[in-house]
C-alpha cells in the first residue's frame, strides 16, 4: 500500500500535513525503515542536547521522543478501532498535557528508544495484518474522518516532522 493510493477524502485537517511529510512511500516498508533511520539519527545526536530547549516552554528532545510514543499509541489505538469497524467518533487529546505528565526528563535516551521500538514493532505487526477491506474503512478522530491506512501515514509523517525539528532547533 502507497500513499499514492490514498484518496483525498481518506484524511484532512492536521492529519494532511502528516500524511503529506511521509511522502510517496510504501506503508508497511517505511513504518520498519523510518524507525531506523529515527534511532540511528538520535544516536548520533550528542549528549548534552537531550535535555536542551531551544526556548522557554518547549519540549525538550528526551518529551519529544515520549511524545511520539504516545501519539503513536493513540494513532494506532485509532486505527485498531476503525479497522474493526467501530463507529464511534473519537475525542482528540491535548498533547501538552501528556508532556507534562511523563517523566521522559528522568529516563535514559536508550529507555525511550526501546519503547519506541517496542510500539513501532507492534503496529508493524498489527498493520500487516489488516486486509485491504480494513485499510481502507473509515472513522471519525478529533472530529476529522480518516482511513486506518492515513492513520499509518500519519504516524511516519508525525516521526519525520519532529525529527526536521531536531535538526531546525536542537542541533
Not at 518529551?63 to 473519537?90: G, K, M, P
Not at 474522518?145 to 509523517?157: E, N, Y
Request: glycine residues 4%.
Amino acid at each position: 500500500m502507497n500513499s499514492s493510493q490514498l484518496l483525498e477524502n481518506e484524511y484532512s485537517g492536521g492529519f494532511a500535513t502528516y500524511v503529506r511529510e511521509a511522502g510517496n512511500v510504501n506503508l508497511i516498508e517505511e513504518l520498519e525503515i523510518s524507525l531506523h533511520d529515527f534511532i540511528r539519527f538520535v544516536q548520533n545526536i550528542p549528549m548534552d542536547k537531550f535535555d536542551y530547549r531551544y526556548a522557554e516552554g518547549k519540549w525538550t528532545i528526551k518529551e519529544i521522543i515520549q511524545h511520539l510514543i504516545d501519539c503513536e499509541r493513540i494513532f494506532a489505538y485509532r486505527a485498531l478501532r476503525f479497522s474493526r469497524n467501530d463507529q464511534t467518533a473519537l475525542a482528540s487529546f491535548e498533547e501538552n498535557d501528556y508532556a507534562i505528565n511523563t517523566n521522559a526528563n528522568e529516563r535514559s535516551i536508550q529507555e525511550l528508544l526501546t519503547e519506541l521500538s517496542a510500539v513501532r514493532h507492534s503496529n508493524l505487526l498489527f498493520y500487516k495484518s489488516l486486509s485491504e477491506e480494513q485499510l481502507k474503512r473509515m472513522g471519525t478522530a478529533s472530529n476529522i474522518q480518516i482511513s486506518v491506512r492515513a492513520l499509518g501515514f500519519t504516524i511516519i509523517g508525525h516521526q519525520k516532522h519532529h525529527q526536521k525539528v531536531f535538526e531546525e532547533r536542537y542541533l
